[in-house]
């Protein structure tokens, strides 16, 4: 049984998302393992450099346009994926696991009646047959998942798969004006985080915990993370009390990261915490307790008070 | 208008994970279930709107019998009802939408309310899967709404921001946190649910498509090096950062 296999291109203000690359190149893979085409599609007005995804495996791409695509609207773009996957008789889908991709791809597994396994960190081919590899439990247990019918839709976690390099290919573009989309819910205004970097997407974060004593001394761990070009994060004691919004919480009810890496300052290194940031690359810790459990986990650290390493730290990458 | 909120009964988050005798679930020995961290605050944007609009709330869950505990807390946070679609197996998030989207339907429900996520297998999906089954709008990860009338202003998360949302009724909505402060389920709260009924009846149960193989603990990671105890091991872990992990 011969496999389509058909990958979401996801864009914000027309620039496709860095994530949606690493899925173009999980597509391209899933083509290679099982000999067969794999094609991308995109959504949305204007959008930049589409043939680009040529370099990372796939050669062609069909993008629907249309002014009221421009922002994402889950009916409309629903919508017109399952429209596209049927009349391409794709029968797997790949999405990223981002904000947009969670949202959309279980929309569209209804919509084509397909099973669908979500977060995915690796895959194993044995012949036709794909396994998944996902976390589960915040990370401190693992499946291994088959997907059983005749479409699948994998969503894979951001960060993991590295596409590499891009060589000169260009993908060939076909445009599809669409008339008419189905805009039941629809984003009317995109709300930007003050500019700031996003822990989930970031590929260093810096986060703070109760060790900083208060809200001000949080001007410390946004230092050391311009420095480093960082994304800053917080651990749920300093979100629940106020210092920081939850959008930064890291752990099992915040954000699960995997950035390259991970610097934590004054956080104890709780079970919850812990299970949304241990699978970093790299984990420095700063505590000033050396039993503290952030240090079982921990790559690099400095049993220290934050207040004065910190400081040092800052003076020393300036150099 | 009637509200229905669906709830998922898990592991409490503090819990050490040990995998099962069969590889493929957990060993629930010893292990404490709670109210889904994320249905809380799905639970109290539930009686919020009921407080704002009318209506009853009733509580969902489809699971085994044990997952009355979490429709009793819902319940003694101020809930109206409760319904449990019994099923003893473990059932793949299409499975489970399918049966909610059944008990939905016949509820009548405007508005539902669902986690964005269920801290057990981490899915993040059963809300939208069962929006599209029923043919509702659908926002996720809500972290701000408003209603007035049929319409809808949502806001979800996303990665550097917040989208602001247009929609309308019916509608599902899954709830993150920030959207509110989930309320205490207060001693009079739990006398009263003691009175409030769950209504028991067999989840319209579906072949899994999702078939866990095996269920397995991450690799250990490696004890890392305490570099020192002050500033005078700061160099050093410039260096180590530089020329060993090379990250920065
Ligand atoms: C349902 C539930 C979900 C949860 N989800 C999350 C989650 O998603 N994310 C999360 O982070 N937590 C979560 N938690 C909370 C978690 O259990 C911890 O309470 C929390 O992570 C502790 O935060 P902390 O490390 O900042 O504070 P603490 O545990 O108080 O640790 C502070 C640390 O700072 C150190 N310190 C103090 N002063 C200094 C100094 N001058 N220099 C250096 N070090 C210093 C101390 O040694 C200590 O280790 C959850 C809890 C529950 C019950
Ligand atoms: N077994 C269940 N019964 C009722 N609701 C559920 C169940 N599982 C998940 N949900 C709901 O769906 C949300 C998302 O779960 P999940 O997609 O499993 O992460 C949860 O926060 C619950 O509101």
């Given at each position: ?154 969503t894979i976690r951001p960060n993991v798969f ?7 290919d260009k993908a060939e573009v076909n445009v ?144 | ?248």
């Amino acid at each position: 049984m011969a496999k389509n296999i058909l990958v979401f291109i996801e864009q914000r203000n027309g620039q496709i998302k860095k994530s949606s690359f690493e899925a173009v190149k999980i597509a391209a893979d899933f083509a290679n393992k099982l000999s067969s085409q794999a094609e991308a599609i995109c959504i949305g007005n204007d959008v930049e450099g589409l043939d680009t995804i040529g370099g990372y495996g796939i050669n062609k791409v069909t993008h629907y346009k249309n002014t009221d695509l421009a922002n994402y609207s889950n009916s409309a773009y629903a919508d017109l994926l399952a429209k596209h996957a049927e009349e391409t008789g794709s029968d797997v889908l790949i999405f990223s696991n981002s904000a947009m991709g969670k949202d959309l791809a279980p929309l569209t597994a209804v919509k084509i009646n397909a099973g669908i396994a979500v977060d995915c960190t690796n895959f194993e081919f044995e012949g036709e047959n794909v396994k998944a590899l996902r976390p589960v439990y915040a990370g401190k247990a693992l499946i291994n998942v088959n997907v059983n019918g005749d479409k699948k839709i994998f969503t894979i976690r951001p960060n993991v798969f590295k596409p590499g390099e891009p060589t000169g290919d260009k993908a060939e573009v076909n445009v599809v004006e669409v008339s008419d989309p189905k805009l039941n819910c629809k984003v009317v205004e995109l709300k930007k985080s003050a500019d700031k970097l996003d822990v989930a997407e970031a590929d260093i974060i810096v986060s703070g915990g109760r060790g900083l004593k208060e809200p001000d001394n949080f001007k410390l761990v946004e230092e050391l993370a311009a420095q480093l070009g960082a994304a800053v994060g917080a651990s749920r004691a300093v979100v629940d009390a106020g210092w920081r919004p939850h959008n930064e919480q890291v752990g099992q009810t915040g954000k699960t990261v995997s950035p390259t890496l991970y610097v934590a300052l004054g956080i104890s290194g709780a079970i919850q915490h812990l299970a949304g940031m241990r699978s970093s690359k790299y984990i420095v810790a700063i505590n000033k307790d050396k039993d503290a459990p952030i240090f079982q986990v921990a790559d690099y650290g400095i049993a220290g008070d934050v207040f004065e390493v910190v400081p040092a730290l800052i003076e020393e990458l300036k150099k | 208008m009637k509200i229905v909120v669906c709830v998922s009964h898990v592991p409490d988050t503090a819990t050490k994970i040990v995998v099962g005798s069969d590889n493929k679930t957990i060993d629930a020995n010893g292990v404490t279930y709670v109210l889904n961290p994320y249905d809380e605050i799905a639970v109290e944007e539930a009686l919020k709107t009921k407080e704002a609009q009318g209506g009853d709330v009733v509580v969902v869950s489809v699971g085994p019998d044990n997952n009355k505990e979490s429709i009793r807390k819902a319940l003694a946070m101020g809930a109206d009802s409760g319904v449990l679609l019994k099923d003893d197996n473990y059932r793949d998030s299409v499975g489970v939408a399918k049966a909610l989207a059944e008990e939905i339907k016949a509820q009548d429900a405007q508005i539902v309310f669902f986690g964005k996520q269920s801290v057990d297998y981490d899915n993040s999906i059963v809300g939208q899967l069962t929006a599209e089954m029923l043919g509702y709008n659908c926002v996720s990860v809500a972290v701000d709404l408003k209603l007035d009338g049929e319409k809808i202003t949502a806001e979800r998360e996303i990665e550097g921001g917040r989208e602001v949302i247009e929609t309308s009724l019916p509608a599902v909505i899954t709830c993150q946190k920030g959207l509110n402060e989930p309320r205490y389920a207060a001693l009079k709260g739990i006398m009263a649910a003691k009175r409030k009924t769950i209504e028991e009846k067999d989840a319209a149960v579906s072949e899994n498509s999702v078939e866990i193989l095996e269920m397995k603990k991450p690799a250990p990671k490696e004890p890392g090096k305490i570099v020192g105890t002050d500033s005078s091991a700061v160099p050093e872990l410039v260096r180590l950062l530089k020329e060993e992990a090379k990250v920065i």
